[in-house]
């Protein structure tokens, strides 16, 4: 009977072994490093006085192994996180080239000498890093910020456009189309933590400021806008009033508006520890989702952070992102539906073009009825789940008459706020709270100082566009001559003040601030 039983335990086990040789095993699912216990553990250590430096490092092995390394030897004695750290991550090789000031120079001829010090790629794909490979050359803003960002890069190209440099800008605009053609939109930047989101949408414009130069960029890039526009719309379709899902919001009577909005609801990987604490003081974990969600989100609008995005006054944790309709990004896609419109009328396509208008008309009236203040006569953000203005003045508001969508009277009002308001010695605020967050006062910012004064000139303000270029420029000359340096963001209440505030000290390159000086100095003086 012994015998018997041993037979059968036998067969069994070699019947067991035949399907496992004849049966495929399923592929396993690749392990998101950002989710390991290792990686958590690292972060919230705080061995780099930035989380992004951590993020940024060559990994030795792929995220499974080094989870399973980690597993095994933490309980073991001795064992020491940073030595794991030391083992098996490293900097990437610097791309950095070898740059000194030169303070005999000017500041533009230094911007000139920079396009090269900050001219990345092409990359080569690499699976232990977590850099997005890219095919093309392109120029990246500086400092902690070694790969492109998406808003940034348009102004970035305004300086290389200026200084005769198309052919970067170009391949730029080569590099977002494959982006967008690759992964279906253009992501915050250039590295895999950034794949839940994306930026403020400047694609088409970036495609219709080279189209300025070649006329046949606006068709070639038409098939990418469409593609962009399909990833900021989707799930729009069904949609009730008042009901919003990923990145659209419905308000009735055909009127679609856009949200920043971004699919994770973690702490974010290149602010992990900083993330986590903010939320350790909430009650529950649907709440710390909910927070990490609009910290997201806030990180999306390029503004991370700034009390434009406080449900509560002076309270960080109280973000509230995803619950507002930003006035900038129904702006910018307003623009994106007339630019389609105007590519599917090229093209013969009548009704896709009339749908596309019929969006942006009732968009553009929404933004100049319902996201305009007739108390303190400018636009805002608006609020679609209690259905009122935030009450927040921010340079977002300027969006409008960039893109030609206020009033003459609305458009003289904007005009009246920012030079009383807004106008300090160095250019203008972006907001008018002093919060210790970097995205309000003190601070301004290349990129909002070129919108406010491109819309001022939209409305043949230009006295007052030429004197925030002025200012503007000063403080950066007079920065470029205490320093060397062009800068991330500028103290425009008080020059004799570098910036401050945010996560992370004030960068050094800088992309858009070099591109916003040279595209000033083109306005000023005509072309160099």
Sequence with gaps: MKRIQVLSVLAL??????????????????????????????????????????????????????????????????????????????????????????????????????????????????????????????????????????????????????????????????????LIDTLGFIPNGTRDYYLTRSQPPFFSMMVDLLSEKDPAVAERFLPQIEKEYAYWMEGA????????????????????????????????????????????????????????????AAAASGWDFSTRWYETEGEFASTQTTELAPVDLNALMHFMEMQLAEGYLRNGQQEKAEKLQDRALKRAAFIRNRMWDPQTEFFMDYDFTDGQLTGELTLAGVFPLYFGMASEGQATAVRDRLMADFLKPGGLLTTLRDSGQQWDAPNGWAPLQWMAVRGLQRFDFEQEAQQIMQQWLRLNRKVYGDTGKMMEKYNVADTTLLSGGGEYPTQDGFGWSNGVALGFRELLEGPQ
């Design 237 to 296: 379709d069904g949609l009730q009033a008042g009901e919003a899902t990923m990145r659209v919001i419905s308000m009735g009577g055909d009127t679609l508006l856009n949200r920043y909005w971004d699919s994770g609801t973690t702490p974010r990987p290149e602010s992990y520890a900083e993330d986590f604490h903010l939320a350790s003081g909430l009650a529950s974990e649907a709440e710390k989702q909910e927070l990490y969600a609009n910290l997201r």
């Design 13 to 178: 086990i070699a019947l067991l072994l035949t399907q496992c040789r004849t049966t495929p095993e399923a592929p396993a699912t690749p392990v998101s490093f950002y989710e390991t216990e290792v990686f958590k553990a690292i972060q919230l250590e705080q061995y780099f006085a930035d989380s992004k430096t951590f993020v940024d490092l060559l990994r030795d092995r792929p995220a499974s192994e080094l989870e399973a390394l980690y597993l095994q030897q933490k309980g073991q004695p001795g064992f020491d996180l940073k030595a794991f750290v030391d083992a098996h991550f490293s900097a990437e090789p610097s791309q950095q080239q070898a740059f000194e000031t030169d303070t005999s120079r000017t500041m533009h001829e230094h911007i000139g000498g920079m396009w090269e010090v900050l001219r990345r790629g092409p990359d080569m794909p690499n699976p232990l890093s977590s850099r997005i490979a890219l095919p093309k050359p392109y120029v990246v803003p500086g400092g902690r910020f070694k790969e492109i960002y998406y808003w940034d890069s348009y102004f970035t190209m305004i300086g290389l456009v200026s200084d005769g440099r198309e052919d970067l800008a170009v391949d730029m605009l080569d590099n977002f189309a494959y």
